[in-house]
Each structure stands twice: as structure tokens, then as C-alpha cells.
């Protein structure tokens, strides 16, 4: 199985950028679609992208598109997601989620590895 530990969060006035990264280990990287899920307080989990094995197919929920973008380095064992024109209702906790799947998976039940989460907070 994988491992995964996300880092990058931090604290970002609005209008700002950040880099989330995830790092995998454990298992060959290259065999999982990944995704990126925020929770924000008081809220459920919510999906923000997926990207599939090789990178070929990507999807963004609505409210992120044209702010963020996915990417993932197979050789790094390493997914992104950099996010630009940060607002505060970006503010969450991001999670990197994985499943040895082809394709995407936008479902968050879908997923079968969660990395422990990064902190993002948007001042406005």
C-alpha cells in the first residue's frame, strides 16, 4: 500500500499562491490515479482535483478552475497542486487521497489512501 505525507501549507494573504506537494512511498507511484480533497472548518471534505496515472486526464471541481492546477512527477513519487488567486474560502485543511486505479476518480469514497493533511489559511 502507499503512503502519502502532504507539506506546503501555510499561512497566504488573499490573492496569493501556494504549493502543495505529496509525497508517496511503498508502493510503485505510477499505479495510482491521485487527487486533492480540502475540509474547511465546520464543513464536509470536499473534492478540489484528480489526475490520473500518467497525468493524461485531470479534473477540477468548479471553484478552483482557472486558480489551480494539478501536475504529478512520477519519478518524484510526487503530486502538486499549485494554487493561484487564493481567496478565504480556500481556507482548509488539504489532503492528498490515492487509489490503484486508471482513470480519475472525483468521488471522494473512492479513494483508499489519505495522507494526513496540510494546513491552508487565506487572510483576507
Known amino acids: 500500500q502507499v503512503q502519502l505525507v502532504e507539506s506546503g501549507g501555510g499561512l497566504v494573504q488573499a490573492g496569493g499562491s501556494l504549493r502543495l506537494s505529496c509525497a508517496a512511498s511503498?508502493?510503485?507511484?505510477?499505479?495510482?490515479?491521485m487527487g486533492w480533497v480540502r475540509q474547511a472548518p465546520g464543513k464536509e471534505r470536499e473534492f478540489v482535483a484528480a489526475i490520473s496515472w500518467n497525468g493524461g486526464s485531470i479534473y477540477y471541481t468548479n471553484s478552483v478552475k482557472g486558480r489551480f492546477s494539478i501536475s504529478r512527477d512520477n519519478a518524484e513519487n510526487t503530486v502538486y497542486l499549485q494554487m493561484n488567486s487564493l481567496t478565504p474560502e480556500d481556507t482548509a485543511v488539504y489532503y492528498c487521497?490515492?487509489?490503484?486505479?486508471?482513470?480519475?476518480?472525483?468521488?471522494?469514497?473512492?479513494?483508499?489512501?489519505w495522507g494526513q493533511g496540510t494546513q491552508v489559511t487565506v487572510s483576507s
Open positions: 511503498g508502493d510503485t507511484f505510477s499505479r495510482y490515479a
Open positions: 487521497a490515492a487509489r490503484a486505479v486508471a482513470g480519475v476518480v472525483i468521488t471522494l469514497n473512492e479513494y483508499h489512501y
